[in-house]
């Protein structure tokens, strides 16, 4: 299994982050709205996946749905797409090494942010709404009861869990971009992003399925969507530009 060592890996993601930055607007849109899909396709497969626990089981919910979650990074990874908690980690990195201005991380920012949320709210409606696959029996309960916990917790409580989603998230991508290998690719986006799960941080995208399914089953109002976005947005953002690009950039980079 081949192995890239850190200095390696900031070298790399720096690259990645100018190259994420430096994409036409259209490509960003495309690669942005299918990132958020597949982010949402792979909550909706841990959503199906856990509902179907027997109740002997329940306190295995939360790791089985975690351990096929990791799906929607895979994807985005792997077959392409922009997704916005790895550009808060990559694009940050870039602008600190001196290769990206601010202004192209904010149009950056802001062009993903829209995309993702209008490829989530695909999936919520579309497959989540119209064939019901989150309306329904045991799939509907667990889909309410994940998105209550989200949008009970307070603004200081969902703005730190959103700091330890994107630690884990951002090491998971910083990772992925040096593999060599599948095997390696997998094992590298899998532990991270399974362990944000089952430790039940928040994750903004993910967030943008998740809330949206349960207000298009009547359990939430759109309101208590954005009053979850601000905290979790805010703590992404920090946990991916500070506390992986930021302490990288520190130890690794030297701005050009």
């Known amino acids: 299994m081949g192995y890239t060592k850190p200095e390696q890996l900031a070298n790399l993601a720096v690259e990645m982050g100018v190259k994420k930055a430096s994409l036409p607007l259209r490509a960003q849109a495309v690669l942005g709205f299918a990132a958020g899909a597949f982010i949402a396709l792979g909550f909706l497969l841990a959503i199906k996946v856990s509902a179907g626990i027997p109740e002997s089981w329940s306190g295995m919910n939360n790791f089985i749905g975690a351990a096929v979650f990791p799906l929607g990074l895979i994807l985005c990874l792997g077959a392409g797409g922009e997704l916005l908690t790895g550009n808060m980690m990559a694009v940050p990195l870039a602008c600190f090494a001196g290769k990206l201005t601010w202004r192209k991380w904010a149009a950056n920012w802001s062009v993903i942010t829209v995309s993702n949320m209008a490829g989530a709210l695909f999936v919520a409606y579309v497959f989540g709404h119209l064939a019901g696959l989150t309306e329904h029996g045991p799939a509907l309960a667990r889909m309410v009861a994940l998105a209550s ?19 884990l998230v951002s090491l998971a991508v910083w990772m992925a971009n040096g593999s060599k290998d599948g095997a390696g690719f997998a094992v590298a986006v899998w532990f991270p992003t399974m362990a944000f799960v089952a430790l039940g941080f928040q ?19 759109w309101l208590d969507w954005l009053y979850n976005f601000v905290p979790v947005y805010l703590g992404n953002a920090v946990g991916g530009s500070l506390f992986v690009g930021g302490l990288y950039a520190l130890a690794y980079i030297r701005k050009s």
Not at 154 to 166: Q, T
Not at 203 to 209: E, L, R
């Open 149 to 167: 916990g989200k949008l009970e917790e307070s603004f200081l409580v969902a703005f730190i869990s959103g700091i330890g989603c994107n630690w």
């Open 203 to 221: 994750h903004v995208v993910a967030n943008m399925f998740l809330i949206p399914a349960a207000i298009f089953a009547g359990e939430a109002g």
